[in-house]
């Protein structure tokens, strides 16, 4: 009792208030009730759903000034999803931003399922994108294949395994990879409209592969460095067309022409907050020029 739809959603409606008002004394129940009602009253005056919190995108006077944007997540976990510190990191900050999110990831398999104690695959085990990305949606997640350019001002792209594993194949191929072909499609849309696309870590690959002669940043150049283990994804950008600029953790790539904003993330072996301040300036970025002119 006190939940609608999926108990891992974890939604309280007023009925919950309603049980907790049987155990109290008689005045104290006016107050629950109020509280009830109220609750009730803005629940269907929202434009979301109830049960699962999906907003709606027409644009209002109140939200005119605020960026639309599109989250692209690719599964739950560093090795075979999305990373969570990125995924966390960009909701937040977005959110404190005043961006309207709508979050989106594939429905398909993940490539392959890994134990993240030791990081070894889990032989025989199966997961499912868009089921894993709700972990970290909260259940708020829509398959890809929604996603319209049109309804947003920005794709923003985290990064994890699962960007190069379940969103792209770069972890098997390198610069020989292939783009999931509803990623393709989707980034390159988002392209073609001008919308703004922020992408991190490593999931920047994915547009040198789809947005010939961009220009990003995966972080730092050096191969071998022990602040950038993954330096060597620079080169493979580069070998896939892309024009790469070496940034330090917290520095911000934008290719102003192709309104692409790119940070490094997890590419560097950083400290949490380090991440977090990463992902701050890659999303502060997204924000001023997806409002510009609003």
């Keep these: 009792e006190g939940y609608q739809g999926s108990?891992?959603?974890?939604?309280?409606?007023?009925?919950?208030?309603?049980?907790?008002?049987?155990?109290?004394?008689?005045?104290?129940?006016q107050v629950f009730a109020a509280?009830?009602?109220?609750?009730?009253?803005?629940?269907?005056?929202?434009?979301?759903?109830?049960?699962?919190?999906?907003?709606?995108?027409?644009?209002?006077?109140?939200?005119t000034m605020s960026a639309r944007v599109a989250l692209l997540l690719a599964g739950s976990g560093v090795y075979d999803g999305t990373e969570l510190?990125?995924?966390?990191?960009?909701?937040?900050?977005?959110?404190?931003?005043?961006?309207?999110?709508?979050?989106?990831?594939?429905?398909?398999?993940?490539?392959?399922?890994?134990?993240?104690?030791?990081?070894?695959?889990?032989?025989?085990?199966?997961?499912?994108?868009?089921?894993?990305s709700a972990r970290i949606a909260r259940g708020d997640v829509?398959?890809?294949?929604?996603?319209?350019?049109?309804?947003?001002?920005?794709?923003?792209?985290?990064?994890?395994?699962g960007a190069a594993k379940n969103l792209c194949d770069y972890a098997v191929k390198g610069a020989d990879m292939t783009v999931d072909p509803l990623v393709e499609?989707?980034?390159?849309?988002?392209?073609?409209?001008?919308?703004?696309?922020?992408?991190?870590?490593?999931?920047?690959?994915?547009?040198?592969?789809?947005l010939p002669g961009v220009k990003l940043t995966v972080g730092g150049e050096e191969e071998g460095s022990e602040q950038w283990p993954y330096a060597g994804t620079a080169g493979a950008c580069v070998a896939m067309g892309a024009t790469h600029e070496a940034k330090d953790y917290d520095g911000v790539c934008v290719d102003e022409e192709m309104k692409v904003v790119t940070a490094p993330a997890y590419m560097y072996a950083g400290k949490p907050h380090e991440i977090d301040d990463s992902l701050k300036a890659m999303i502060d970025t997204v924000m001023k020029l997806a409002t510009e002119g609003k």
């Design 185 to 210: 499609k989707t980034i390159q849309d988002f392209s073609a409209k001008n919308k703004v696309i922020g992408l991190s870590c490593i999931a920047p690959v994915i547009a040198a592969r789809v």
């Design 7 to 29: 108990p891992a959603i974890g939604r309280h409606n007023p009925p919950m208030i309603s049980a907790a008002s049987r155990y109290a004394q008689p005045q104290v129940r």
């Design 85 to 132: 510190t990125e995924g966390v990191s960009c909701l937040v900050h977005l959110s404190r931003s005043g961006a309207d999110v709508k979050m989106f990831a594939p429905d398909k398999p993940q490539m392959h399922v890994i134990n993240h104690t030791n990081g070894e695959e889990m032989k025989g085990e199966e997961r499912n994108v868009l089921v894993e």
């Design 142 to 161: 829509t398959s890809l294949d929604e996603c319209r350019a049109d309804d947003f001002d920005a794709i923003v792209v985290p990064g994890g395994f």
């Design 35 to 63: 509280a009830a009602r109220t609750l009730s009253q803005q629940q269907s005056s929202s434009s979301s759903s109830v049960l699962l919190g999906r907003r709606s995108f027409s644009k209002t006077s109140a939200d």
